[in-house]
DNA sequence: ATACTTGCAAATCGTTTGCAATACC
DNA sequence: GGTATTGCAAACGATTTGCAAGTAT
């Protein structure tokens, strides 16, 4: 089942990203996009896909694991989720959508878009453009 | 219009809570709850509040600054709001409520509660009880 | 060939900690 | 007096940066 050409597909998506093709992208990209595995959504730290990389046997420093997320974030491939001070989450699941956060171990969650509604939001104030709406439910196991 | 007995709603609100009302923590509550101005919501950061205390010829050092703040909150007396990773922001208002945060210069809002309703919740996942609903608009200048 | 990327190590930022000195009850 | 609190400076963890060496087009 091992895919001979297996980036192809990879590689197009960061060039429609303008982003180019380099080895340690593509690895990233491939650990983060590649749902070889069951799920479609991923929340990781920068630190937490660095050993991801080096399990895999991919050779990455940890500045380029930082530069990369951020530079997936900036081309709208990650989504970057802050519900922690001092940890970024990044989120392949770019989708209008919102988070359980689990404060006792730091796990994210997603919660299908459906599931929250809003049923009354406020207009932006006087002088700005609301960019996004986010819903964190913190929740703690019992 | 200077009170001569100033502090003793202040020392009573942290004997209360169950804190010492030492000179330290008296001034850092004079600053953050004394609404002689006009607002009575306050987001601060541990630097902010920090050079409001130098400039109020407050000695108090910076871990102070960050003990305090942490001890308010776990008394109840400040919320700790999470939008932007690397920095802590602390609320004078905890009642429920959410927050306009502007992400060019790092603003906190609030949005009265009323403005923002919940249509339809997810329930908690299995094994985990909702302990708070946060709900964050950021926006940009225009 | 050239501009973009990477890795490394050092630097930075916000925050926390250990511990001796000090203040509260 | 005994315990809680403070300040300092060092330690910390996550993230960023400068720059020389390597790589994609």
Redesign the pocket.
Same mark, same amino acid.
């Given at each position: 089942m091992t895919d001979v050409r297996p980036y192809t597909a990879l590689?197009e998506r960061?060039?429609l990203a303008?982003?180019?093709?380099?080895?340690? /992208?593509l690895a %990233?990209a491939k650990l983060l996009f590649d749902t070889a595995d069951d799920q479609t959504d991923r929340h990781v730290?920068?630190?937490q896909l660095h050993s991801e990389a080096m399990e895999a046997e991919v /050779?990455?420093? %940890?500045?380029?694991?930082?530069?990369?997320?951020?530079?997936f974030t900036d081309a709208g491939l990650l989504r970057e989720v802050v519900v922690d001070?001092?940890?970024?989450?990044f989120d392949t699941n770019i989708d209008d959508h919102h988070h359980f956060y689990f404060e006792d171990n730091g796990r994210l969650q997603d919660i299908p878009g459906a599931a929250v509604r809003l049923a009354e939001l406020p207009e932006a104030p006087a002088g700005a453009a609301i960019k996004r709406v986010e819903v964190i439910i913190r929740v703690r196991e019992d």
């Amino acid at each position: 089942m091992t895919d001979v050409r297996p980036y192809t597909a990879l590689i197009e998506r960061l060039k429609l990203a303008g982003l180019r093709p380099t080895r340690q /992208r593509l690895a %990233l990209a491939k650990l983060l996009f590649d749902t070889a595995d069951d799920q479609t959504d991923r929340h990781v730290t920068a630190e937490q896909l660095h050993s991801e990389a080096m399990e895999a046997e991919v /050779r990455v420093s %940890l500045a380029t694991v930082y530069n990369t997320l951020h530079q997936f974030t900036d081309a709208g491939l990650l989504r970057e989720v802050v519900v922690d001070s001092g940890r970024s989450y990044f989120d392949t699941n770019i989708d209008d959508h919102h988070h359980f956060y689990f404060e006792d171990n730091g796990r994210l969650q997603d919660i299908p878009g459906a599931a929250v509604r809003l049923a009354e939001l406020p207009e932006a104030p006087a002088g700005a453009a609301i960019k996004r709406v986010e819903v964190i439910i913190r929740v703690r196991e019992d």
